[in-house]
């Protein structure tokens, strides 16, 4: 399966700053990455889809002006959290879909903790 | 309004008895259904995926089970280990899209 990795895995920033959460998948290339948030001890939402070479697909709710998505190669999807502020604070983790059509295992990083102060 | 519960948001067992863990859902047909592990400050992990046609899968110790009429999986560990103490997530795909929505999850609790 695929190894996906982030970084960084744990960032502390001042409100009002932007953060830039890297996720990289190391041995398959994804033309498709996914973007979950999790605050404590909550489930995974789901925020974006995140689409090499064009733009993201945000789900209902997620300030696309907010969380800037990036996915510039087949290996890498960067998120920025703009403008960052306490409520953001959370648990981000990518994810990157097995080699089938659908509803494939799904490979998850290990999850960036960001705390705004 | 679209639902994916799982009913007990905590569940301790003793060692070597079997673990069982449901996942309800309302207002989805879903094509697929899948279960994670999540240890703390962890991604989760793949464990099974169980497709609307099939009815049971397994897998080592674990077993899931799919009723697409009661709208219900249930998630079976047997001859439970203290290491299987963690949180377990079970996730829709709607779509077959790969875009997972994912239940409240259960924290799972081996008692040596």
């Known amino acids: 399966g695929a190894v996906v990795s982030q970084h960084p895995s744990w960032v502390i920033c001042k409100s009002g700053t932007s953060v830039k959460i890297e996720c990289r998948s190391l041995d398959f290339q994804a033309t498709t990455m996914f973007w979950y948030r999790q605050f404590p001890k909550q489930s995974l939402m789901l925020m974006a889809t995140s689409n090499e070479g064009s733009k993201a697909t945000y789900e209902q709710g997620v300030e696309k002006d907010k969380f800037l998505i990036n996915h510039a190669s087949l290996t890498l999807s960067t998120l920025t959290v703009t403008s960052a502020h306490p409520e953001d604070s959370s648990f981000y983790i990518c994810s990157v879909p097995g080699a089938g059509q659908g509803g494939d295992e799904q490979f998850f990083g290990p999850g960036t903790r960001l705390t705004v102060l | ?112």
Not at chain 2, 7 to 19: D, F, H, P, V, Y
Not at chain 2, 29 to 35: D, E, G, K, T, V
Not at chain 2, 60 to 78: A, G, N, P, W, Y
């Open chain 2, 1 to 112: 309004s679209q639902k994916i519960e799982q009913n007990s948001e905590a569940l301790n067992i003793q060692e070597g008895k079997t673990a069982t863990l449901t996942c309800n859902y309302t207002n989805y047909s879903p094509a697929y259904l899948q279960w994670y592990r999540q240890d703390p400050g962890r991604g989760p992990v793949f464990l099974l995926l169980i497709r609307e046609n099939e009815k049971e899968k397994r897998k080592e110790r674990l077993k899931v089970t799919f009723d697409t009429t009661l709208k219900q999986s249930l998630f079976h560990i047997t001859a439970s280990q203290p290491a299987d103490s963690a949180t377990y997530l079970c996730a829709l795909d709607p779509h077959g899209a790969n875009n997972l929505f994912f239940g409240t999850g259960t924290r799972l609790t081996v008692i040596p």
